[in-house]
Structure formats: C-alpha cells, structure tokens
C-alpha cells in the first residue's frame, strides 16, 4: 500500500476531451474534463498539510469522428487529430478538517498546455483547423477523508471536490478546435477506493458536468446569440492486482454520456438544439485498457493507461496513453 502521503494530490486532473466547433463536428462539450486521467487510487489522498506537485502527460490519436449512429461521419474524409497534452497541477491540503477531524479540506489548481496536429484527405467535405496555447483553467476545492482502517489495514478512502473550470484559454471563433472553450463549466465529483484484499483494489471517480453559456460561439452566423453545452457526466473506473510491493497492474477506463441537448440561442429570442447547424446530438463515449500503478519512492509515483475508445456517438473516436506522476514535497 502507498502511504497516505505518496498518494497526496489525486484530487483532479485534466485530460484531453477533445471539443470541436459544433458547425463541423455535432457537439458543445468542452475540452479540459478528467477523462481517464486519474485513475488507480484515486479515492486516496494527502491528510497531512502540505503541497503536492502533479503532472499529466497525454498523446491522443483521434482518427474517426463519430455521428448520433455511431458510425463515422461522411462530413470528414480519413480524419486525423493528433493531441499532445502537458498539464501541471498544484495540490494544498489545509490543516482544516470537518466532521470531527475526519475530512481534510484542500485547494487545487491546473492548467493544460495543447498542441494539435490535423489532417484531412484533400476532397474531404468538411476539414477542421486548429491552433496550440493554454486551454482553460480549473480551480477547485476538496475534502480528503481518513482512511477505513480494518484488520489493520486501510480498506476503503474517499473524496469530494467540487471544480470550476475558468474559460481563460486561447479561443478563436475562426478556429474549429481550440485549447479553451470559452465558458464557464461547473465539475463537482466524489472518488472512492475499495481495497477488497491487501493485494486488490477498486476505483470510481464519478463526475457531473454543467456547463454554462458561450456568448461568442465559433463557426455560427450573426443569428445566434450564443451557445450552451448539454449536461453530462461520466465515471473514471479501475481494478488492479499488486504483483509487487511497489506495483499494481490492471485495467482503466471511463464512460461519458451527455444527457441533455445543447441549446442554441437566437437574437430574435427563439432556441432550439442546433440541428441545422450540424449539432447531431448527445455525446457518449466509452473507453478501456491496461494499466499501472508504481510507487518509485516515498515522493514519486507514476501511472500509465492506455485506453482504446471502443465505442462513440457525436464525438471523435481513438487511442489515448497517458502518464501520470505524482510528487508530494
């Protein structure tokens, strides 16, 4: 088992889901939500005051965009997207507790850095633009509980935390995909750990999304006013074996699934959910893989995750491997 302390920080992170103009590519989702970028123990955390450095390193291929059948979309010709994600995380557990000393609140920032390589067939009907910079930042606040201690042993931890995310990254309305979304989102979440065994354990990260208005959408004509992304949400999941002392090896995913439309808005005061503008529908998107988790020292650990995104609907489609390093101070 990592000590408390060597798990310090997985409070949040940001991974790459990607958000394209909703003209081209059917939906509103914003980029910058924590899709499998968390993963093994995440239900635990720091309960010592102290800072946490946090890192995420992400390489997406998104070679398929997908419609509302789930099949590829004849908009777009072979389609490539290829995402480089770099995001630096600081992480401060107060020594405030609440519920008798059993929760630990903390404070969380993160910042993602992007670069985007595209490419389309030549006689691709629609082709997309995109351009590198900061995306939007999250801030975010948690309590972190003590640890179940049975026979010994911690057996279950959880936390909650609930996240803003800040549209400071750069945008573009002539800009298809941009590293910032230009709106506010609200991102609260409750994470937990099971350890069945000394040797098992079992991870949930479930996260709610609600996302307020974008007063400068891309691609659109003068007639829309602004835009609104659909609700959504999704459940980060793991499960892994100790095959060492220092190393857990297992599978990792997660499942989104947006369950409101996204709602365009009119000068003349009208609304509706953006059919002809392209918008084909509410995301979902499902992924899984291999995984692990290693405890390099007592201020270094390390998870990898690849995941295969084996199925979707109104969202791009692919292959993501994404490092994960964790350094308390």
Same mark, same amino acid.
Request: aromatic letters at 14%.
């Given at each position: 088992?990592? @000590?408390?302390?060597?798990?310090?920080?997985?409070?949040?992170?940001?991974?790459?889901?990607?958000?394209?103009?909703?003209?081209?590519?059917?939906?509103?989702?914003?980029?910058?939500?924590?899709?499998?970028?968390?993963?093994?123990?995440?239900?635990?955390?720091?309960?010592?005051?102290?800072?946490?450095?946090?890192?995420?390193?992400?390489?997406?291929?998104?070679?398929?965009?997908?419609?509302?059948?789930?099949?590829?979309?004849?908009?777009?010709?072979?389609?490539? #997207?290829?995402?480089?994600?770099?995001?630096?995380?600081?992480?401060? @557990?107060?020594?405030?507790?609440?519920?008798?000393?059993?929760?630990?609140?903390?404070?969380?920032?993160?910042?993602?850095?992007?670069?985007?390589?595209?490419?389309?067939?030549?006689?691709?009907?629609?082709?997309?633009?995109?351009?590198?910079?900061?995306?939007?930042?999250?801030?975010?606040?948690?309590?972190?509980?003590?640890?179940?201690?049975?026979?010994?042993?911690?057996?279950?931890?959880? =936390?909650?935390?609930?996240?803003? #995310?800040?549209?400071?990254? =750069?945008?573009?309305?002539?800009?298809?995909?941009?590293?910032?979304?230009?709106?506010?989102?609200?991102?609260?979440?409750?994470?937990?750990?099971?350890?069945?065994?000394?040797? @098992?354990?079992?991870?949930?990260?479930?996260?709610?999304?609600?996302?307020?208005?974008?007063?400068?959408?891309?691609?659109?004509?003068?007639?829309?006013?602004?835009?609104?992304?659909?609700?959504?949400?999704?459940?980060?999941?793991?499960?892994?074996?100790?095959? =060492?002392?220092?190393?857990?090896?297992?599978?990792?995913?997660?499942?989104?699934?947006?369950?409101?439309?996204?709602?365009?808005?009119?000068?003349?005061?009208?609304?509706?959910?953006?059919?002809?503008?392209?918008?084909?529908?509410?995301?979902?998107?499902?992924?899984?893989?291999?995984?692990?988790?290693?405890?390099?020292?007592? =201020?270094?650990?390390?998870?990898?995750?690849?995941?295969?995104?084996?199925?979707?609907?109104?969202?791009?489609?692919? @292959?993501?491997?994404?490092?994960?390093?964790?350094?308390?101070?």
């Amino acid at each position: 088992m990592a @000590t408390k302390t060597q798990l310090a920080g997985l409070c949040i992170a940001t991974a790459c889901a990607l958000g394209l103009s909703t003209a081209q590519a059917g939906n509103l989702e914003p980029a910058g939500i924590n899709l499998g970028g968390t993963s093994f123990f995440d239900g635990f955390g720091a309960t010592q005051p102290g800072w946490t450095y946090l890192g995420y390193y992400q390489y997406s291929q998104l070679h398929h965009i997908e419609d509302n059948s789930g099949n590829d979309s004849p908009a777009f010709k072979n389609p490539k #997207i290829d995402v480089v994600l770099m995001l630096n995380q600081l992480a401060y @557990t107060t020594s405030q507790t609440l519920f008798n000393g059993s929760a630990h609140l903390g404070f969380t920032g993160l910042l993602p850095l992007l670069h985007f390589n595209t490419g389309f067939d030549a006689n691709s009907p629609v082709k997309l633009n995109s351009a590198d910079g900061f995306g939007d930042l999250t801030l975010g606040a948690y309590l972190q509980f003590n640890p179940v201690i049975s026979g010994g042993r911690p057996v279950y931890s959880q =936390r909650v935390e609930f996240d803003v #995310i800040a549209p400071i990254g =750069r945008y573009s309305t002539s800009t298809d995909i941009n590293p910032g979304a230009n709106f506010w989102s609200l991102n609260p979440y409750w994470a937990g750990t099971w350890l069945p065994t000394p040797k @098992t354990e079992v991870s949930l990260r479930v996260n709610y999304l609600y996302n307020l208005s974008n007063n400068s959408p891309n691609a659109l004509p003068p007639s829309v006013s602004s835009t609104q992304a659909g609700q959504a949400a999704w459940v980060n999941f793991t499960a892994s074996y100790a095959v =060492r002392p220092d190393l857990n090896v297992g599978l990792n995913g997660y499942y989104l699934k947006q369950f409101t439309n996204d709602v365009y808005n009119y000068t003349n005061g009208s609304s509706d959910n953006g059919l002809q503008f392209g918008d084909t529908g509410k995301a979902e998107l499902l992924a899984v893989g291999p995984g692990l988790f290693w405890k390099a020292g007592p =201020r270094n650990i390390w998870a990898a995750n690849l995941y295969f995104q084996t199925s979707a609907q109104n969202h791009t489609r692919g @292959t993501v491997l994404n490092l994960h390093w964790i350094h308390p101070f």
